[in-house]
């Protein structure tokens, strides 16, 4: 049962009203709890993970370990002067960073949290998420644009061009997946993956599509770290050559907005994998929502350690390792994929 | 209730979030206009021109045409990937794997063709690479 329908049953009254008041108080709990973690993320976790990596100390004043920092930090972000760039082109600079959460945050409404934490739940779930996620595009696209600025124009290209190199592998991949489940309804996909693989003695390992198809699970997380533009493929930001790309020209609240949208994308991210390859919010002892919050956290530190740990990429290696090397294994995957479970069908 | 009652209603959460965020920003905020600081910022130099004129690498516009056909192709996969394990049941592995191993056999033989005729391969400017050579004549 989604969310919604449960706090529409709590209601006392029924009717229109109470399905849409239902609905917004849904869709309010789901947009707090991710942007709870992307507060969480952004100026704490972040600064102390790459702490931890580089050996260094951070923000460890305020709050137990420092995580009080999220409170000022906000205030401090928001409450700077916002400059508006010469010659900007103003309704689409403006609607650039709006674009950008409003994608990232729209697309957790099919993702299953567990403990009956899910929004929504249509047939075409899978489909819904990647085409949701990747409107982020075309903000990426408006903020290089309008900024009227030569580093901002050319991050956005080489933003363009990376999403479009790695949307169909990543989609190509995802959807190799669905083979297994026949549906793309997120509530089956993760239905399919509770069914026990092997047994092995009390152990029973549960089919999560990671351990069923481990090669389509490590092509998906290369895809999905240049899809969330992480490092190693960060170019579009590349601060060291472009100072930082489409972000450039953005300053007090827009450049929060594009930080936000940023976090919440990896955390996207995070939670497709966790859907469609670790078997969503299924565990054991714990109950669904830690499991999933643990799993898209997962998927956050592994972002946060490519981060610390690998050089970036330059853009035409980038693009040659999108088309030439994913896109290939990525056909490679659904037709070996395709012939296996055709041959255990047939 | 509707799937898509729930799913609109986010949408309208996911634009009160941000946009609730830009007016208590509206708020706090200072405001000191000044024409210097609104400058684009070129590396702190004088900046010249502006960047809507700006010519950019071709590679780019090779990218989103290919990037379009294997899009399209893509919308077609899914609905086979969904069917598939029933088609096979009801028409045999063959029948139902051979109409989609043509489908995408013609698509990587159009990737492998762009492949070859460099258009995933990032053209070098070829200016640049004139001024190389010249260099190392003198």
């Known amino acids: ?346 | 209730m509707s799937e898509w009652t729930a799913i609109g209603a986010l949408a309208v959460v996911a634009l009160a979030i941000p946009g609730s965020m830009m007016v208590v920003s509206w708020l706090l905020r200072p405001s000191v206009p000044e024409q210097g600081k609104r400058a684009t910022y070129e590396s702190g130099e004088v900046p010249t021109g502006s960047s809507y004129g700006l010519r950019f690498n071709i590679q780019y516009y090779m990218i989103a045409l290919l990037f379009l056909v294997f899009d399209v192709e893509t919308i077609f996969i899914i609905p086979w990937t969904v069917v598939f394990e029933d088609a096979v049941g009801e028409l045999g592995f063959l029948r139902a794997f051979a109409p989609m191993v043509v489908f995408l056999g013609l698509l990587v033989f159009g990737l492998a063709w762009a492949w070859r005729n460099g258009a995933v391969e990032w053209v070098r400017d070829t200016t640049a690479q004139r001024e190389v050579t010249d260099r190392t004549e003198l």
């Open chain 1, 1 to 346: 049962m989604t969310l919604p329908t449960t706090i529409e049953e709590a209601l006392p009254v029924g009717g229109v009203a109470a399905e849409a008041v239902a609905a917004l108080a849904a869709a309010t709990v789901i947009g707090t709890f991710v942007m709870l973690n992307t507060a969480l993320a952004g100026p704490w976790a972040k600064r102390k993970i790459t702490a931890a990596f580089t050996d260094r100390i951070s923000v460890n004043q305020f709050g137990p370990l420092g995580v009080g920092i999220v409170v000022p930090d906000a205030v401090r972000l928001v409450s700077k002067e916002l400059i508006v760039p010469e010659g900007a082109d103003r309704p689409a600079w403006d609607l650039a960073p709006l674009v950008l959460v409003f994608s990232a945050l729209f697309a957790f409404a099919v993702i299953p949290m567990g403990n009956g934490v899910h929004l929504a739940d249509p047939a075409v779930g899978l489909v819904f998420v990647f085409a949701i996620a990747s409107v982020a595009s075309l903000g990426l696209v408006m903020a290089g644009y309008a900024s009227n600025n030569k580093y901002a124009f050319l991050g956005g290209l080489r933003a363009v061009a990376q999403n479009l190199a790695y949307e169909i592998p990543l989609i190509l991949i995802g959807i190799s997946v669905v083979l297994y489940t026949g549906s793309l309804q997120m509530s089956e996909i993760v239905a399919t993956q509770r069914e026990t693989l092997v047994s092995l003695g009390p152990l029973s390992v549960p089919g999560w599509f990671a351990i069923v198809n481990p090669f389509a699970f490590v092509l998906f997380l290369v895809a999905n770290v240049a899809e969330v533009g992480r490092n190693p493929f960060d170019v579009p930001e590349a601060p060291t050559e472009i100072v930082a790309g489409y972000q450039t020209e953005y300053s007090s609240v827009y450049f929060v907005l594009i930080y936000l949208g940023e976090f919440v994308h990896i955390f996207l991210g995070g939670a497709i994998i966790a859907t469609i390859f670790l078997g969503g919010p299924a565990g054991p002892v714990l109950p669904g929502i830690v499991w999933f919050l643990l799993k898209i956290w997962a998927m956050f530190l592994f972002t946060q350690w490519l981060r610390s740990a690998v050089p970036r990429v330059r853009i035409d290696q980038l693009i040659e390792i999108g088309w030439k090397r994913l896109l290939v294994l990525a056909f490679v995957n659904l037709f070996a994929t395709a012939t296996v479970v055709g041959v255990l069908a047939a």
